[in-house]
């Protein structure tokens, strides 16, 4: 039998543990502990795993079948137009991605930083392009970040790709990281500089299951080195916060959050028209900025609206 490290879930499930690294419906290619990468499919009806989840899996001829879920740490959601979807589970960092152009979204960059907040990840901003003309007023939007504690790397990729990755790996060594952003902004440039053997990890029953397109379609999970993970995801359009609870939402925006050191008069603020209310009073003299509340506003409506079922 093939030497593997002791997993504290080895002596209650049976099979071997493998981590997933990629998923296409019911289709997951899972990495054995020797590295190998098996195409796996679950046991049963269910499909729930998501790459970074850890599994244990039993051979089934040149395939492998998924017995069981080892429990994960935390679970990141995509959302699409009726409800959120689980996209990536036990990943250490968030770093999102964004660029001089296309202009971003800030109500997705802050609903991703909400995300990772409430899946107690580290986050950062990186913000590439900054060969073009607008870097100044994408620096600007980016300037309340900053100040609430967020670290953002400025980068040019295609000028300087040597600079952004030797500030970039000292963050990264030892942990998996997930990269997210809109469409466009160098997310697979950035990978290809930090995975020169990108292309050979994905490999090629990844290949057949993504029928040959060239774009990331599917989050991928990626070795820099032993040890630390890096996965690519598709660009979002929108991110699933929808699990987060409104009365926690200012808790987990780092402005607010320091707005409610001085707690609001009522216990129960939910921080729109309450009289003294410490967060709008943050906004009125300008201590939190006004778009960052105006997000806030938007989300706390979102997250109180009834689901609706699709
Ligand atoms: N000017 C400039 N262009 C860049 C830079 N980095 C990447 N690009 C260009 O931006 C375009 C998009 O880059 P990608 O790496 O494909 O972006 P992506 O985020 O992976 O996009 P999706 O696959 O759609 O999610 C490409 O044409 C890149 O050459 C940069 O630093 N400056
Ligand atoms: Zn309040």
């Not at 970039?168 to 997210?180: A, D």
């Amino acid at each position: 039998m093939k030497r593997r490290s002791a997993s504290p879930n080895d002596h209650c499930a049976p099979g071997s543990s493998g981590l997933v690294v990629r998923g296409h419906g019911r289709h997951y290619l899972v990495e054995a502990a020797d590295g190998t990468r098996v195409l796996c499919h679950p046991r049963g009806k269910k499909s729930e795993a998501v790459v970074g989840d850890r599994v244990r899996w039993a051979p089934s001829g040149d395939e492998g079948v998924i017995e069981a879920l080892e429990p994960r740490r935390n679970l990141l959601y995509r959302q699409d137009e009726w409800r959120s979807k689980s996209f990536a589970a036990n990943v250490d960092q968030l770093l999102v991605l964004v660029a001089v152009e296309p202009v971003f979204s800030e109500s997705l960059l802050s609903r991703a930083l909400v995300a990772a907040a409430e899946a107690g990840m580290e986050a950062r901003i990186g913000l590439n392009k900054t060969d073009l003309p607008a870097v100044q007023a994408a620096r600007q939007r980016l300037a309340p970040y900053r100040a609430m504690g967020v670290p953002v790397f400025e980068w040019s990729l295609t000028t300087a790709m040597e600079t952004a990755l030797a500030e970039l790996r000292p963050w990264l060594q030892g942990k998996s990281t997930v990269v997210l952003g809109p469409s466009g902004t160098g997310k697979s440039t950035l990978t290809n500089g930090l995975v020169p053997d990108a292309q050979a990890q994905v490999g090629s029953i990844s290949e057949a299951l993504n029928s040959g397109r060239h774009t990331t379609t599917h989050t991928q999970w990626y070795w820099i080195e032993p040890g630390t993970g890096w996965l690519d995801s598709p660009g979002f359009q929108t991110f699933g916060i929808q699990h987060v609870v409104p009365a926690h939402l200012a808790s987990l925006m780092p402005d607010l959050a320091s707005a409610l050191e001085a707690p609001c008069r009522f216990a129960n603020c939910t921080h729109r028209q309450e009289p003294g209310c410490s967060v709008r009073a943050a906004v009125a003299n300008g201590s939190i900025h006004e778009n960052r509340y105006r997000i806030y506003l938007e989300l706390f409506e979102e997250l109180s609206r009834p689901p609706h079922y699709g």
